[in-house]
């Protein structure tokens, strides 16, 4: 039985009010403010693609065994390199083995889906455990439509045999170069075609025959589905296609547009967990991709999916984590949509010791620091010599992984003068339940919500920009566990 073993998605945690949007640009063109109703999910200034799909593959992992994961995929149309393995990285964030299989999944919206039937079939050949991770940031010109419509998410899966709690029952796919929207080379934000075009010759003709497709393949009469999972902005479309294929209308999933908007490739897998996160043993879920053609898959959820859900932060998880954000100006700074004076303090910009980082990649990306095993000491970093001042054993230090485990505020600031794109930066001295400490940089922390002792959890996160080579620093800041959880 092949099928999905665990899910997780994470959603960021600022919502930013669509009225606010509207409000800011309905000079220019009024029509906006018809799109002014519900929120979509803004990503802070140090989460992009990677960020939240390692935030997704922990949440999907808890406490599974990661040495069983033989493969990580991970699909995105918004990577934030173009030349480097983007899921090497998140593999080494997730501390799993290097023995392991890799793979980027990009230039469609259906790269979700794609990606996922293609990681379902590695799991069913290999017989072992597939990580599939997917996420999008995806940017637009300020004052359009596509802004209001879009969210920033990710959603992982892991894929194998045995205990599922959704058995992957078949799917089908289609390839058509039905062009939508694209978005060239050089260019940074997408180019969108006529609405009417794309819902009535685009999801109204090549979606239905692959789901059709499908079902044959899964055994299941439309009238079974109970949970109809297809992303789409434009209202009314799922539903006509499920009318158009016989599927129930109660069983058309919300597509969470008022809560977070549209994550582009993630959004099929974040519909997918939401549903998960609802559905009972026995019910069928249909899950449909489009992007230049169209994939379904079909699943069947088992007794296991109960066992599945305590400790699990999934889609509503991270919709109940939310605060709410009305400071348009904030998000266009963010996102990079204008052009500040950031002054002095902002210029200093070292290259990455690429030895460096390869070097110390576990330390870095991984954040493994040391285990004495002459007096069981953890220390961060890993060194040479025991930091414990009545041991100082040479040699005597094992992998110690400091990522997942608790930790709270030993001491703190809120820095105003030092530069941060949202200032001010809050940092201080963390301590790790079990020992280690180290000085970490925190982020999303409310500016007089941050006390000593506060219980905190790390993430991983952007450190900074190298705007003159195109280097991204990514490295592991702390948060509050009662906004990360």
Not at 192 to 212: L, M, S, T, Y
Not at 229 to 238: D, E, I
Request: charged share 20%.
């Amino acid at each position: 039985m092949i099928g999905i073993v665990s899910y997780g998605a994470y959603l960021p945690r600022l919502r930013l009010s669509r009225k606010v949007m509207a409000a800011a640009n309905a000079w220019m063109d009024p029509s906006l403010l018809a799109h002014g109703k519900g929120e979509r999910a803004m990503a802070n200034w140090d989460e992009d693609s990677i960020t939240m799909a390692v935030a997704a593959a922990r949440d999907c992992l808890g406490g599974q065994d990661r040495a069983s994961i033989q493969a990580l995929y991970f699909a995105s149309t918004t990577f934030p390199f173009a030349d480097r393995q983007n899921a090497g990285i998140v593999a080494a964030a997730l501390n799993l083995s290097e023995e392991l299989a890799t793979l980027d999944v990009t230039a469609s919206q259906k790269a979700g889906t794609s990606g996922l039937l293609a990681a379902l079939n590695t799991a069913k050949a290999m017989e072992k455990n597939v990580l599939f991770a997917v996420a999008d940031k995806r940017r637009t010109k300020s004052a359009c439509t596509q802004e209001m419509q879009f969210g920033d998410g990710a959603a992982a899966l892991l894929l194998g045999s045995g205990e599922v709690v959704a058995e992957f029952l078949g799917g089908a796919a289609a390839s058509v170069d039905f062009v939508d929207h694209y978005r060239g080379r050089d260019h940074v934000f997408d180019y969108n075609w006529e609405e009417r075009w794309v819902r009535d010759e685009g999801f109204g003709k090549i979606v239905p025959p692959v789901i059709i497709r499908a079902l044959e393949k899964a055994g299941v009469s439309p009238e079974q589905v109970d949970h109809f999972v297809m992303p789409c902005a434009y209202s009314g479309v799922t539903a006509s296609v499920a009318r158009k294929v016989g599927i129930q209308p109660q069983a058309v999933r919300d597509n969470l547009a008022a809560v977070c908007g549209e994550t582009g490739t993630a959004h099929s897998i974040v519909m997918l967990v939401d549903a998960l996160q609802e559905a009972k043993p026995g019910q069928l879920l249909l899950v449909c991709g489009f992007g230049q053609g169209c994939d379904a898959l079909v699943f069947r959820a088992t007794e296991g999916l109960a066992a599945a859900l305590p400790g699990r932060v999934g889609v509503k998880g991270s919709l109940a984590r939310r605060k709410e954000e009305t400071n348009y100006f904030k998000f266009l700074t963010f996102n990079q949509l204008v052009t500040q004076e950031r002054g002095m303090r902002a210029e200093y910009n070292p290259q990455t010791a690429l030895s460096l980082l390869y070097r110390k990649r576990k330390m870095i990306l991984g954040l493994v620091g040391g285990y004495c095993t002459k007096c069981n000491t953890p220390q961060f970093p890993k060194e040479g010599v025991c930091a414990n001042p009545e041991c100082k054993s040479m040699d005597s230090q094992e992998d110690y992984l400091f990522a997942d485990r608790p930790a709270r505020i030993f001491s703190w600031s809120a820095d105003a003068l030092a530069y941060s794109i949202d200032p001010p930066s809050h940092y201080g001295m963390i301590q790790f339940d079990g020992g280690g400490r180290f000085m970490a940089d925190f982020t999303d922390c409310d500016v007089g919500g941050v006390e000593t002792g506060m219980p905190m959890r790390m993430v991983f996160r952007i450190i900074g920009v190298d705007d003159v080579r195109g280097m991204i620093r990514y490295f592991w800041k702390a948060t509050p566990i009662a906004i990360s959880a």
